[in-house]
């Protein structure tokens, strides 16, 4: 039997592992060692579970959950979030525990009934509410747009535990269900990563509820995601609060497409131009490298280089889906440059700017670089002293 693992005297993890998860959300966001799908226990004269899973595993939910509780009826269900990953069990939890009273912020309410339609009675709760269970008492706090309208975070008073759902998640998937199994840098690492793929479009919203958050007096944050903070919640709490005021690096970030190398020599001038003034450089071939970690390091760079040879008088279909992507993440306090090697049309660089401009980047040099095939010898100097005062004043 599948067994629940107890994190303090009365709350259980009953959650599961996806080993497999390769593409957290679609193709948003590409992962490597699957993830976790957490639901937690709180057992007291009335029992709570705060979640569920995704559906094709909520057998072993039941199983996690029965080994603590037996045949016993769950009073509560906390709903914290629609989005199926967490909310896919819901309906064969429901026919499993027809007694349970669910809940879920009003916004989650409307989710979950467009979703799965049927007879709920949920009830509605908001910031600053509480549901008492006996000798514990539950006070939610609503968290929209991290990362969903509705999502939702419960706050375990007695236990100075916080369930926050996706805010504070990170893809690790394991039976160490804890921050300091795994090393500080690893899991900072990794909860940077699901921050600059999930999160980041919505920093002014996540800084308003990180100030709530830095006044209650937490032990151990219990997300939806990955593990569980218990040494290092100072540190995870820092590095929200850090990304959602976008504070950035003396770094920048190099993106580039290239066919015949002549695009990718100028991305490398850029690169060692920016090195010698001493910037932390990033530098990735788009079509080799996994989505994710490109926006884990733009996440904190002061400017970001995107360059693309011509593809059909256009940029590559890689470089074209990269500046959408950064569109669509509201980037905010960097600026941006275009280059590009091109045969016989010179205005993908130019482009580029065009696309970085209205993805809310600063240009630096209106027009960008472009180079008309291999660039000479004096070519690649020319860029490396451009690099070089771009580096020196960023
Ligand atoms: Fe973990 Fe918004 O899903």
């Not at 914290?80 to 990953?85: G, L, N, R, Y």
């Not at 989505?291 to 470089?319: P, Q, T, W």
């Amino acid at each position: 039997m599948r067994k629940a693992i107890q994190i303090k005297e009365n709350v259980y993890w009953v959650g599961v592992q996806d080993f497999n998860l390769r593409h957290f959300h679609g193709s948003l966001f590409p992962i490597e060692e699957g993830s976790t799908y957490n639901a937690y226990l709180i057992v007291d004269e009335e029992i709570t579970l705060i979640d569920t899973v995704e559906e094709e595993f909520v057998d072993i939910m039941f199983e996690r959950i029965e080994s603590v509780i037996g045949d016993k009826a769950i009073d509560h269900l906390v709903v914290q979030h629609a989005e199926p990953d967490h909310s896919g069990g819901f309906v064969r939890f429901m026919e499993k525990y027809p007694n349970c009273s669910p809940y879920a912020s009003s916004i989650g309410i409307n989710n979950m009934l467009q979703q799965y339609f049927g007879e709920y009675e949920f009830t509605t709760v908001a910031t600053d509410e509480t549901l008492n269970t006996g000798k514990y008492t539950m006070k939610f706090l609503e968290m929209p747009m991290i990362h969903w309208p509705d999502n939702m975070l419960t706050y375990l008073v007695e236990e100075k535990i916080a369930f926050s759902n996706d805010a504070f998640g990170q893809h690790i998937a394991s039976y160490n269900l804890y921050d300091c199994d795994h090393g500080k840098d690893f899991c900072l690492a990794q909860a940077k990563e699901y921050y600059a793929n999930i999160l980041v479009p919505y920093n002014m919203l996540i800084n308003a509820k990180i100030n709530i958050i830095k006044t209650m007096d937490i032990d151990m944050i219990c997300p939806a995601h990955g593990i569980i903070w218990k040494t290092y919640v100072k540190e995870i709490i820092d590095l929200y609060e850090r990304h959602s005021l976008a504070q950035n690096e003396h770094k920048a970030t190099i993106v580039y497409e290239s066919v015949w190398s002549h695009t990718q020599q100028i991305a490398e001038a850029l690169a060692e131009g920016l090195a010698q003034a001493g910037v932390d450089v990033k530098i990735y071939k788009k079509s080799e490298t996994n989505i994710a970690v490109i926006m884990r390091e733009i996440l904190d760079s002061k400017a970001v280089f995107i360059g693309s040879g011509c593809y059909n008088s256009f940029m590559s279909m890689e470089i074209a889906g990269m500046l959408d992507k950064l569109k669509s993440c509201n980037i905010k306090d960097k600026k941006g440059l275009g280059f590009g090697a091109y045969g016989w049309y010179m205005n993908t660089a130019k482009t580029i700017e065009e696309k970085l401009a209205e993805a809310g980047l600063e240009i630096i040099d209106d027009g960008g670089i472009s180079k008309n095939f291999t660039p000479s010898k004096e070519a690649i100097n020319e860029i490396i002293e451009t690099a070089y005062k771009i580096g020196i004043e960023l």
